[in-house]
């Protein structure tokens, strides 16, 4: 055990922040008015916890590692923080209410799951603040008609525009990541939001992860995957409507061209 902090547990992806000039920085990122509530995913020691706390009087923390909660609350001293000793993947966002400003280190084997739980929990998540793998945070910021572009960037871009704030290097992880790590920030846009009818979130993500499923192929191979000779002629002439592009693979398109494409396929497919 280090002389400050617990012995990281592997299956749990635990590097804890070190830097309390990252950590600050972190903490600096969160924009949150007085009705709203600042939630931290994955506190470990409190390294942006204290930041946060002193900050937000709506200060709520969710942690599953319930070893550690002695050393956070420790660290933590008195104050109106709230803990949720809890996976956040089973964790019930919406009994915290509106507007939720999330911010957190995520383990890099389920920062993609934890993306994906805070965002289709929007409008209700106003921020998302995480720290990822810089390849990761890379991939959710790539514009169309890159090899960047993935499932993970449209998914991420429908709900608003995500920026890299700043990168961090190993050393200020202890233990020492082989990675290098990145904050990336976006805020939940409710026009982009209300592009697509809630009911139809679902369909749509299967839809884009199903284009992506396939990369080496065209997207009208992807998407016609197991269907017949005529629902490709269909992808491929929907395709060229909103791509100009029959030969147009996943990664050239927007989220934009995703959308307009679900919907031309919805209404002549889908029904």
């Given at each position: 055990?280090?002389?400050?902090?617990?012995?990281?547990?592997?299956?749990?992806?635990?590097?804890?922040?070190?830097?309390?000039?990252?950590?600050?920085?972190?903490?600096?990122?969160?924009?949150?008015?007085?009705?709203?509530?600042?939630?931290?995913?994955?506190?470990g020691t409190g390294a942006v916890s204290k930041y946060l706390k002193d900050a937000y009087p709506r200060f709520h923390m969710i942690e599953m590692d319930q070893d550690i909660v002695p050393i956070l609350k420790k660290n933590l001293g008195k104050g109106k923080w709230t803990l949720h000793v809890d996976?956040?993947?089973?964790?019930?966002?919406?009994?915290?209410?509106?507007?939720?400003?999330?911010?957190?280190?995520?383990?890099?084997?389920?920062?993609?799951?934890?993306?994906?739980?805070?965002?289709?929990?929007c409008p209700d998540t106003a921020s998302i603040t995480f720290m990822v793998q810089r390849e990761v945070a890379?991939?959710?910021?790539?514009?169309?008609?890159?090899?960047?572009?993935?499932?993970?960037?449209?998914?991420?871009q429908f709900f608003g525009i995500p920026k890299i704030a700043f990168h961090l290097p190993t050393g200020v992880f202890f233990p020492k990541p082989n990675v290098e790590s990145s904050v990336f920030q976006l805020?939940?846009?409710?026009?982009?939001?209300?592009?697509l009818p809630r009911k139809d979130w679902n369909n749509f993500f299967d839809f884009v992860s199903q284009g992506f499923s396939k990369r080496r192929k065209t997207l009208a191979n992807a998407l016609s995957w197991?269907?017949?000779?005529?629902?490709?002629?269909?992808?491929e002439?929907?395709?060229?409507?909103?791509?100009?592009?029959p030969k147009a693979r996943p990664e050239d398109l927007s989220v934009q061209n995703w959308l307009d494409l679900y919907q031309s396929v919805k209404e002549l497919i889908i029904k």
């Open positions: 055990m280090n002389n400050k902090y617990p012995k990281p547990k592997k299956k749990l992806c635990q590097n804890f922040l070190i830097s309390p000039y990252y950590a600050k920085k972190i903490a600096s990122l969160v924009k949150s008015s007085d009705d709203s509530k600042v939630i931290e995913i994955g506190p996976n956040i993947l089973d964790f019930d966002l919406k009994q915290l209410g509106s507007p939720l400003h999330i911010v957190g280190n995520l383990p890099y084997n389920i920062a993609a799951m934890i993306i994906k739980k805070t965002l289709l929990n890379e991939r959710i910021i790539a514009k169309p008609q890159t090899k960047l572009n993935s499932f993970l960037s449209i998914f991420c805020f939940c846009n409710s026009t982009s939001i209300k592009s197991n269907s017949n000779s005529k629902s490709k002629l269909v992808y002439k929907c395709i060229t409507i909103h791509t100009k592009n």
